[in-house]
């Protein structure tokens, strides 16, 4: 990394919200990659030309995988809650009925990259894609969807702001949906870099509490964490 790029300092989130009194990580996040992306910089799943193509398929297929084992049929409508480049969604995108991909963002400049990098996928399936506000929230909810995932967000996520992150991902969850987060589980709650943080799976079970959900602990559960490896966990999460 080198010493030109502001964001590539542990503290530049810290003189960013000193420059930006009540500006929120998430926002920062968004300009942090912003910069990295028009910098020409790696990054892995975002923007035109994301650095790790084998991986980001590696681990679409394995969420392709466990959306299958959790009953996704091909008429559901399926929330991407931090869907990015569309990186996750290109094998869900692929199998979901047109208009049944329902990709939600906080800001339409990922996706808008994913478009461009996938237009003959985007002009068969017609995912919906929108950036997160309250109105598409209700918007988004009215559908139904039966699924909500959030794969690689809750690691960008700061404590400060996971509460309001599950209070809005909870909100499209109707009864009966099923809520899948995959993060990265540590024995600490901590920050590993930059933009990326480490969770103790219960801090973020205490989390979805507080914002009104739960973390189911059934059958389904033992299914979805078979599919842990590594530091890489998840958590599905129903309305309580
Ligand atoms: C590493 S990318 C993952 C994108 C996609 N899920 C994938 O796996 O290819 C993280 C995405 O989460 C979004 N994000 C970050 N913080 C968020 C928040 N607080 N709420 C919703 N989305 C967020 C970012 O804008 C970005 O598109």
Redesign the pocket.
């Known amino acids: 990394m080198s010493d030109d790029n502001p964001f590539e300092k542990f503290n530049a989130w810290l003189l960013w919200k000193k420059e930006h009194p009540g500006g ?3 926002e920062w ?2 300009t942090a ?1 912003d910069h990295l992306i028009k910098a020409g910089k790696p ?4 923007g035109p030309d ?1 650095t790790d193509q084998e991986l ?1 398929d590696k ?2 297929e394995k ?1 392709m995988a466990m959306l299958m084992e959790l009953g996704l049929s091909s008429s559901d409508r399926l929330v ?10 290109r094998p869900i995108l692929e199998y979901l009925d047109p208009g049944h991909y329902i990709g ?4 339409d400049r ?2 808008s990259y994913g478009k461009a990098r996938y237009p003959d996928l985007v002009a068969r399936k017609q995912p919906q894609l929108a950036v ?1 506000t309250p109105e598409a929230l209700d918007r988004v909810r009215a559908q139904q969807p039966r699924f909500v ?10 404590p400060g ?1 996971l509460d ?2 599950f209070t ?2 909870i909100r499209l969850l109707e009864p009966g949906a099923v809520g899948l987060v ?1 993060f990265k589980e540590g024995e600490r709650d901590f920050q590993h870099w930059y933009w990326d943080f480490t969770y103790r799976r219960s801090t973020l079970s205490a989390a979805v509490e507080r914002a009104g959900g739960v973390v189911e602990s059934n059958e389904k559960h033992a299914l979805v964490r078979k599919y842990e490896e590594g530091d890489t966990g998840y958590l599905l999460i129903g309305q309580k």
């Not at 990054?43 to 975002?46: F, G, K, P, Y």
């Not at 991407?80 to 969604?89: K, M, N, P, R, V």
């Not at 995932?149 to 700061?158: D, E, K, L, R, T």
Request: proline letters at 2%.
């Open positions: 929120k990580f998430s996040y968004v990659m990054v892995s799943c975002l994301p980001m681990n679409a969420a991407e809650y931090g869907c990015g480049s569309l990186s996750l969604a939600l963002d906080i800001t990922f996706y997160i995932i959030a794969f690689a967000v809750v690691g960008h996520v700061a702001e309001y992150f809005q991902f995959e």
